[in-house]
């Protein structure tokens, strides 16, 4: 087992992971709801916009649009993180990682 080179490959993940950050926060997901509720993420998690078709504002069924809403948000979010779990995976491939530990 080599210290020094271990060293080295954690520094240079740690560098690979900070700029892979920096790019999935600027990559987006989308999801929708039945057509009608659209929901934008990023990478990082973030909600960017979300966009509601007109035809699904009814006051007399708020309750209806606000499902779809949350529904969207999480789907949009779920994406998000599987994104960047993939990405996550491909820095941390090289390191012989024990199962759980890739970042």
């Known amino acids: 087992m080599n210290i020094a080179k271990m060293m080295k490959q954690a520094q240079e993940m740690q560098g690979n992971m900070a700029k892979l ?9 989308d999801a929708s709801v039945a057509g009608k509720v659209h929901v934008t993420a990023n990478g990082a998690g973030d909600v960017l916009s ?12 708020v309750e209806m649009l606000e499902d779809l809403v949350l529904t969207a948000v999480r ?3 779920a994406k998000g993180r599987d994104m960047a779990s993939e990405e996550m995976k491909k820095v941390t ?3 012989g990682l024990p199962p759980g530990m890739g970042f």
């Open 21 to 29: 950050q920096t790019e999935l926060a600027a990559r987006t997901v």
């Open 50 to 61: 979300i966009r509601i078709d007109p035809s699904v504002v009814s006051a007399d069924d």
């Open 75 to 77: 789907q949009a979010i």
């Open 93 to 95: 491939a090289g390191m």
